[in-house]
Structure formats: C-alpha cells, structure tokens
Nanobody, 125 residues
Framework: QVQLVESGGGLVQAGGSLRLSCAAS????????MGWFRQAPGKEREFVAG????????VYSDSVKGRFTISRDNAKNTVYLQMNSLKPEDTAVYYC??????????????????WGQGTQVTVSS
C-alpha cells in the first residue's frame, strides 16, 4: 500500500508560479511511475504530466507543455510539479498518482493504482 500526500497548492496571480509536491510512503516508491492529474469544477479529470520510475521518461499534456516541469527525487520519495506561467484555466484540484507498472507513466487515470487527496490551485486573472 502506498499513501500519497500532495502539498504546495494555493492562490496565485496569472503569470505566477507554484511548486507542488507529492510525498509517498513505502519503500517501493522508486519502482513506481508517477503522474499528476487535475480536475476543474464541472470538468472531467485530465492528465497533466507523468514520469517513469527512473525519471528519464517524461510526458506532458499539450496544455501544459513548456510551462510545467515534473521531476522526482527517489531518495526523498517525492515527486514535484513546477508550474510556471500559470493561467486562470489551470485552476483545478491537482492530484498525484502512482502506477506500480513503473516504466512509463501513462495518461489514463485507470493505469494508476494509488491516488492522493488533492491540492487546490487557483489562478486569478
């Protein structure tokens, strides 16, 4: 069992930056692929970014490519999402997720086995 706890959300003006963190429990974090998803009010959950267990295989959604950066520190059991040039449309609850498959982070929610509780990100115009 893996527990995921997100932090770092908050209120920021458009154009600003935030860094989300997701701390994982358990000794097998380094073998999991990790993903970030988000869900805005009234909208379906959408994939944001994913990173394989080694940190070398990274994917982004087109909506955040060039603005967001996903990274991980396996020694700290933590995955990060650096969000720059934020836009009001980035407003959502952001969730991290873990996939026991490990090698490649997929963009479908059903590929992931564990989820955090989410952290709210609000971008004002």
């Amino acid at each position: 069992q893996v527990q995921l706890v997100e932090s770092g959300g908050g209120l920021v003006q458009a154009g600003g930056s935030l860094r989300l963190s997701c701390a994982a429990s358990g000794r097998t974090f380094s073998s999991y692929a990790m993903g970030w998803f988000r869900q805005a009010p009234g909208k379906e959950r959408e994939f944001v970014a994913g990173i394989g267990w080694s940190g070398r295989r990274i994917v982004y959604s087109d909506s955040v490519k060039g603005r967001f950066t996903i990274s991980r520190d396996n020694a700290k059991n933590t995955v990060y999402l650096q969000m720059n040039s934020l836009k009001p449309e980035d407003t959502a609850v952001y969730y991290c997720a873990a996939d026991r498959g490990g090698v490649i982070a997929g963009d479908r929610g059903d590929e992931y086995d564990y989820w955090g509780q989410g952290t709210q990100v609000t971008v004002s115009s």
